[in-house]
């Protein structure tokens, strides 16, 4: 059995007090628990009917962080449990930068990246964000598919913001060799996911 702690269930204890919370991590981490999970979410809508799993679990004045910011400081506080987005709205992002994010943060916890992605619920993110709510799903496969590191340089062709672009170049990767992916968050696409994020291949599991 394994044990995974969401920092997000944390927050309230500490009251901003961050030196407090990355203390409390820093035990965790030496009493030997497995996985620190930080959720996301760009804003919260008052639309909280909107919430498709039943009662959202936390208030609209909930301080939800940044994860990859907040897990770069856990990244360098502790120094063996895995570190997880749960989830990542990565359809919001960028791929380029995202993927860049992802592998910087990677190297900074020296391999112990986890990745959870997701597509989101709430439009009103998206219009804060000025990405269209509409086709999400298929953005988060374009997303996954920029994301392939490539070990030499050369072309790629992708659609974003439903412009054609094309670069090439070489992205900075994982620190990781060879794991495999562990998952779809849509069950129906997983062959898809399985096909489409090799960056589990280079160094980051990917769980959605």
């Known amino acids: 059995m394994k044990a995974a702690i969401s920092l997000a269930g944390l927050y309230p204890l500490y009251n901003r007090d961050f030196e407090r919370l990355l203390?409390?991590?820093?035990?965790?981490?030496?009493?030997?628990?497995?996985?620190?999970?930080?959720?996301?979410?760009?804003?919260?809508?008052?639309?909280?009917d909107q919430y498709p799993y039943g009662e959202m679990p936390a208030p609209i004045d909930f301080?939800?962080?940044?994860?990859?910011v907040l897990?770069?400081?856990?990244?360098?506080?502790?120094?063996?449990?895995?570190?997880?987005?749960?989830?990542?709205v990565a359809p919001l992002r960028p791929a380029a930068i995202l993927a860049k994010e992802?592998?910087?943060?990677d190297h900074l916890s020296r391999g112990r990246l986890d990745i959870g992605v997701g597509v989101g619920w709430q439009t009103a993110e998206f219009d804060a964000c000025g990405v269209p709510f509409e086709g999400r799903f298929g953005r988060l496969e374009e997303v996954v598919r920029?994301?392939?590191?490539?070990?030499?340089?050369?072309?790629?062709?992708?659609?974003?913001?439903?412009?054609?672009?094309?670069?090439?170049?070489?992205?900075?990767?994982?620190?990781?060799?060879?794991?495999?992916p562990s998952g779809s968050a849509s069950?129906?696409?997983?062959?898809?996911?399985?096909?489409?994020?090799?960056?589990?291949k280079a160094g980051c599991p990917i769980m959605g």
């Open 102 to 105: 992802l592998a910087t943060l």
């Open 146 to 180: 920029i994301c392939q590191p490539s070990g030499a340089m050369r072309p790629r062709a992708f659609r974003a913001n439903r412009r054609r672009s094309t670069g090439s170049g070489r992205c900075l990767f994982p620190c990781r060799k060879a794991v495999s």
């Open 23 to 48: 203390d409390t991590v820093r035990m965790m981490d030496e009493a030997g628990i497995d996985q620190l999970v930080a959720s996301e979410h760009v804003l919260m809508s008052e639309r909280l």
């Open 63 to 68: 301080d939800w962080f940044d994860p990859l």
């Open 187 to 200: 069950r129906r696409r997983s062959g898809t996911w399985r096909g489409l994020w090799n960056w589990a």
């Open 71 to 88: 897990l770069s400081a856990v990244a360098a506080t502790t120094r063996r449990v895995r570190l997880s987005t749960g989830i990542l």
